[in-house]
DNA sequence: TTTCGCAATATCAAATGTGACATATTTTAT
DNA sequence: ATAAAATATGTCACATTTGATATTGCGAAA
């Protein structure tokens, strides 16, 4: 359970701990994760709602089809600075990318 | 005061327009660069606050001094992902940080 | 089935972020 | 004032992120 979710993470190129269980991960490094499969999350459910496809967002940001879908993927190969700069350029205000970290978005708001 | 704003960030190396005004600078654009400057304040205010120097922080993080003085500048140079990071390793949780930027945090937590 | 539009995955060279280090500048204490 | 500690600034080799491109998978018509 907790196995194959380490598992997944690693497979994405997380570094999980050495030979380490996935409850090796410091609290730190567990939330770093969290928040940005939330904002990632956010950036494909945002895209959706306005009927984008991963193209279309990705000429409005200046990238490339591939990478919306890493970045919606929350890879690690994607930058929480490009992530906050699509959710920006998807009309997403600062108040609402904290509100979404505080829990306190707009339910509407994450979903598709 | 415009054009000097818009100096001290082309300066520091943020991209701002051709030979645009600084009001050039999409509001969206602007508004990255808000974020990450509260963030890095964040860092700094907290690390002062729990009397660390830029070297043991750095430490702290498996960092170098000057890397912390980057990112406590708000440099372009030093991602969002350094800082969160960094932040979580001083204690600061996930909602904390998105009452930051709902405008929403603690003043005394903002205080050095 | 086949075709079609969209999303996922892999690879790669170029661009950007990184820690380390050296050194300058500022702040603090004496 | 001046020494010491802390912070700022510059450079550089190395690592990671990037857009581009190609390819594959996948579901929805036809």
Redesign the pocket.
């Known amino acids: 359970m907790e196995q194959h979710r380490k598992a997944k993470l690693e497979e994405k ?1 997380f570094r999980v701990g050495t030979a380490a269980e996935f409850l090796g991960l410091k609290p730190e490094e567990e939330t770093y994760i969290e928040i940005r499969l939330e904002i990632s999350g956010l950036v494909k459910s945002q ?2 709602k306005r009927g984008l ?3 279309q967002l ?1 000429r409005a ?7 919306v ?2 970045m ?2 929350g890879e ?4 929480l ?2 992530m906050i700069k699509t959710l920006l350029r998807l009309g997403i205000s600062k108040k609402q990318i904290g509100n979404l970290l505080t829990g306190k978005l707009k339910p509407d708001l994450e979903t598709a």
Chains 1, 2 share one sequence.
């Open positions: 190129g895209r959706k496809t991963q193209q990705a940001i200046g990238s490339s089809q591939s990478r879908a890493k919606e993927a690690p190969s994607t930058s600075d490009l």
